[in-house]
């Protein structure tokens, strides 16, 4: 019986080391030509344990995303989970969405790409939002429950206004394009942020 459950430990962390190598393929070679033939090659894992992990290609390349936007989810969350003021927390956030790694919005490029024209990932795609926005709603209503946001405005439309502004670094960022200088559009995201919420400078 231990030796059974080591053995799908050792199994289940195998699947995850794979899950891995799946998002690191994916963004050399993008979504649509990442295949069970570059995985095996990049992982060292027979292409009939892959299949065997995951029904599908596309199931093996959403899992991925999930996994992998589930990881910097409770990265951003860890990040900020010693602080006890609520501004110092959301600006930790904001602070962890600015510094994002270019392989992260590759990824995330090539994933939402995909979507577009295709439904069943369109769907997935929407719940990996939902995901990433939580971190950002939880701060901002514990904020307010607190009394240390005031605000006539609804935490989803404040949620809008911080995601929309990191999304839009995705693409000048992943395509080398000119972009705005970082340290300016933070101040200004915050200045927009504290006036939003009633928080003193």
Known sequence: MVVRERGRG??????????????????????????????????????STLQVYFSTREDMLVEALRTSTRAEVDSMRAEVGELTDPW?????????????PVPVWRMLMEFWTAAAYDEALRADSHQLQASYRAP???????????????????VAVITDLIVTTLDGLLYPRVLAQPQPAVQDLRDLLLDQLRVTLGVAR
């Open 88 to 100: 110092d927390q959301l600006a930790g956030l904001v602070d962890r969405g600015f510094a994002t």
């Open 136 to 154: 950002f709603e939880a701060v901002l209503n514990a904020g307010i429950e607190s009394g240390a946001f005031r605000t006539r405005h609804e």
């Open 10 to 47: 050792r199994a289940r962390g195998r699947r995850q080391d794979v899950l891995g190598h799946v998002v690191e393929v994916m963004i050399e070679r993008g979504f649509h030509q990442t295949r069970f033939k570059d995985v095996a090659e990049a992982s060292g894992v027979a292409i």
